[in-house]
Each structure stands twice: as C-alpha cells, then as structure tokens.
C-alpha cells in the first residue's frame, strides 16, 4: 500500500508506505552504504542513492479504493533519495574536512533544482536523523531528500507566518530574528561571516540551534561559492560543538529550511535557514515530544535557551581547542 490520505481535521496529507515496515537494522558486518557493498560505487565522495523503502515515488500505485466523500485519497507522487556523505562507515558530519562537507552542499544543491523541475513537486526537504534516540537504523553518515507533492503543515504554517509579519512590518520575518539576537548577543553560540548560529528565543529544544544565512535568500542555488564555503564550515562547527557539549554523539534531526518549488514567489519574505531538534537535554536524559507536544503542538522546553545558550558557547571553545584553532 502506497498513497496520500487526506486528514480533514488538519487539511493535510498524511504518507501510507507499508513497504517501509520492511526497513531493516544494519546487518552485523555488512553495510550497502560502504563501498565493496555492490550497492554503491566502489569510489565516490559524496553519493545519491535512490532510497530502498520509498514513502513517495515518481511512479505511484493506483491508490487503495476506500476513498468517500469526506475521506480523500490521492497517488503518493514524490521522491525520496538518501545522500551519502563519505565512503567512510563511522565518519560523521563534523569529522569531515570543510572541503568535503562543500561538496555535500554542492549535491544537495544540485538535488534542489532537479527535483523542483518535476511539476509534480511543491516541497524538496533536505534532512538528516542522526543517532539512535532519532531512530536511526543505518549508522553510516547519510541524510535524505523527499520531494513532497504537497506542502507539509508546518512549513505551510511558517510560510504564512512570515507573509503576514511582512504584509504587517514590510521586513523579513527571519531578518528581523538575526536582528533580535544580534543585538541582544546572549544566545548566539557561532557566527561567521555569512551565517549566523545561535538558540531562538523560543526553540523547543534546549539544545534547539537554527543557522540562518546573514544575506536574504530563500535557498542553497542563490548562494555564492564564498557563502557556500562559510555554510560547510557553519555545519562543521555546530555539529562538532553539539559532540562536546556532554561528549559523546549528540544526536540530532536536523532540516533544511527553503523556498517551495512550482508555487508562489516567496522571494520578498522567506529566508533560509537550517533548524536542529537535538532530543538531549542531559548526557543522559532525553526531552520528549511527548503528549502535549504531538496532541496539542504546544512545545514544553525544561530549559531557558538563555540557560543552554552559554553552556553551547563552552562547548564551541572545547571544540576549537580539540581542533587546534584555539590555543
């Protein structure tokens, strides 16, 4: 079973992928994603993979036929691709040099634009779950692209929210956040000269980060080669960070935030930006999504972000020192 349903209540499109509960744990031993694998290229830097258990598909079954009046079905078009980062099976985000990570960027750039050429798209969403607590099955460094044949609540939800504060101020909604945490300074862990990486003032997450480009831009084919550059030395430094911070692997889900592709031009109020929700508010304890968080979407952060801010502050200078770029 493959389709969209409609959720009525919502006004949103819900996945059925039933091939997916066919996803295996990594076998002991073996991993398709390494080379000599005979799944992957025996030499490669950074490789697309087309995902072995789609929720979406170029090519969609015909729906189930339970569909009534109210209950709406429709084909599951789509696309859904796994990015490999290295050839390297325990190598993670911020252990590759920046030059490596510019190359991911420069793939996902490319992803980009040839999944918003398909018509049937209206949302290309680059992310990556890293680490057991976020139900990650293959340990070996990949993220994925799913280019969705609709626009997802939530980035529909933030969308509109940024058309109306600028209909309302006539400024960026994002702009007008660097601004805020410009000036007030205290939760903003790293900044270069194109990005910036700091706790929002209202994250869910204690350890919550965006990284929000410094320039207005709506997503990764406006940036320039310098910008592009900071971006893999941004992603570098936050995820190292976030491994010092209770020094271990800290898990994260990390997405990228960008325009949506065959609709409206939202070049005059949307901005990008990459948003982390790291489960971590301990070494040791998790901060779950729990009740309130998936009945009511209403967040319980345990932590001022002006509390977690500094704590992330200290881990950058660990990390820094642990990478020889501060004495």
């Given at each position: 079973?493959?389709?969209?349903?409609?959720?009525?209540?919502?006004?949103?499109?819900?996945?059925?992928?039933?091939?997916?509960?066919?996803?295996?744990?990594?076998?002991?031993?073996?991993?398709?994603?390494?080379?000599?694998?005979?799944?992957?290229?025996?030499?490669?830097?950074?490789?697309?993979?087309?995902?072995?258990?789609?929720?979406?598909?170029?090519?969609?079954?015909?729906?189930?036929?339970?569909?009534?009046?109210?209950?709406?079905?429709?084909?599951?078009?789509?696309?859904?691709?796994?990015?490999?980062?290295?050839?390297?099976?325990?190598?993670?985000?911020?252990?590759?040099?920046?030059?490596?990570i510019g190359k991911l960027i420069g793939v996902w750039t490319d992803r980009f634009v040839e999944l918003s050429n398909d018509p049937n798209?209206?949302?290309?969403?680059?992310?990556?779950?890293?680490?057991?607590?976020?139900?990650?099955?293959?340990?070996?460094?990949?993220?994925?692209?799913?280019?969705?044949?609709?626009?997802?609540?939530?980035?529909?939800?933030?969308?509109?929210?940024?058309?109306?504060?600028?209909?309302?101020?006539?400024?960026?909604?994002?702009?007008?956040?660097?601004?805020?945490?410009?000036e007030f300074r205290k939760r903003i862990v790293i900044e270069n000269e194109h990005f910036l990486c700091y706790l929002p003032y209202f994250?869910?997450?204690?350890?919550?980060?965006?990284?929000?480009?410094?320039?207005?831009?709506?997503?990764?084919?406006?940036?320039?080669?310098?910008?592009?550059?900071?971006?893999?030395?941004?992603?570098?430094?936050?995820?190292?960070?976030?491994?010092?911070?209770?020094?271990?692997?800290?898990?994260?889900?990390?997405?990228?935030?960008?325009?949506?592709?065959?609709?409206?031009?939202?070049?005059?109020?949307?901005?990008?930006?990459?948003?982390?929700?790291?489960?971590?508010?301990?070494?040791?304890?998790?901060?779950?999504?729990?009740?309130?968080?998936?009945?009511?979407?209403?967040?319980?952060?345990?932590?001022?972000?002006?509390?977690?801010?500094?704590?992330?502050?200290?881990?950058?200078?660990?990390?820094?020192?642990?990478?020889?770029?501060?004495?």
């Open positions: 079973m493959a389709e969209l349903r409609y959720n009525p209540l919502l006004r949103d499109w819900i996945m059925v992928a039933s091939n997916r509960q066919n996803r295996p744990h990594m076998p002991k031993g073996y991993c398709p994603f390494c080379p000599g694998s005979g799944k992957v290229p025996d030499e490669y830097d950074v490789h697309v993979y087309e995902n072995d258990f789609p929720a979406l598909s170029p090519n969609p079954p015909e729906p189930d036929p339970v569909e009534t009046a109210l209950y709406k079905t429709r084909k599951s078009f789509g696309k859904c691709e796994v990015i490999l980062y290295s050839p390297e099976h325990t190598k993670t985000l911020p252990e590759l040099p920046v030059e490596h798209h209206e949302y290309v969403m680059i992310f990556e779950n890293r680490g057991e607590e976020c139900g990650v099955t293959m340990p070996h460094p990949h993220g994925q692209i799913y280019a969705y044949s609709h626009m997802p609540l939530k980035l529909k939800t933030e969308l509109e929210s940024c058309r109306i504060h600028h209909e309302e101020s006539g400024t960026c909604l994002l702009c007008d956040m660097n601004k805020n945490e410009v994250t869910d997450f204690p350890y919550g980060v965006f990284i929000v480009s410094k320039r207005h831009m709506t997503a990764l084919p406006d940036f320039s080669p310098e910008e592009k550059r900071s971006l893999a030395q941004m992603l570098k430094d936050t995820t190292g960070t976030m491994d010092q911070l209770f020094d271990r692997l800290f898990p994260y889900m990390m997405v990228l935030h960008q325009r949506p592709v065959n609709g409206d031009d939202v070049e005059s109020y949307y901005h990008f930006h990459i948003e982390f929700y790291p489960p971590l508010r301990d070494k040791d304890k998790i901060k779950w999504y729990a009740s309130s968080e998936m009945g009511a979407w209403a967040a319980a952060n345990p932590m001022a972000v002006e509390e977690t801010a500094p704590k992330m502050r200290e881990a950058y200078e660990r990390y820094l020192r642990k990478e020889g770029r501060m004495s």
